[in-house]
Nanobody, 121 residues
């Protein structure tokens, strides 16, 4: 059973930084793809960043240049470094994993429970 556990969320002032982590367990496939999504109240789930097995990354337009996705394959851990945070980045952040690289589409098979990020002005 694949499980994803996010951590690192919290409250920060605009311009600050946070680093999210996502620990994956139960992953048996050698090839898997991971991504970060976010969802604010009343809005659709939005793709933030994704990474493939060769380290190729994609970012949503709203976070390009401010967020950095990375992963530690040995530890099955995904990270999201968020810098220059803005109030509009406030949302619940989710990590996701699948054996298919959906890039920034919310079609991944497994999802974590989410970690809340709140950015105040």
């Amino acid at each position: 059973q694949v499980q994803l556990v996010e951590s690192g969320g919290g409250s920060v002032q605009a311009g600050g930084s946070l680093r999210l982590s996502c620990a994956a367990s139960g992953v048996t496939s050698r090839w898997y793809y991971m991504a970060w999504f976010r969802q604010a109240p009343g809005k659709e789930r939005e793709g933030v960043a994704c990474i493939d097995t060769e380290g190729i990354t994609r970012y949503g337009d709203s976070v390009q240049g401010r967020f950095t996705i990375s992963q530690n394959n040995a530890k099955n851990t995904l990270y999201l470094q968020m810098d220059s945070l803005k109030p509009e980045d406030t949302a619940m952040y989710y990590c996701a994993i699948d054996s298919v690289w959906w890039e920034l589409l919310p079609r991944y098979k497994y999802w974590g429970q989410g970690t809340q990020v709140t950015v105040s002005s």
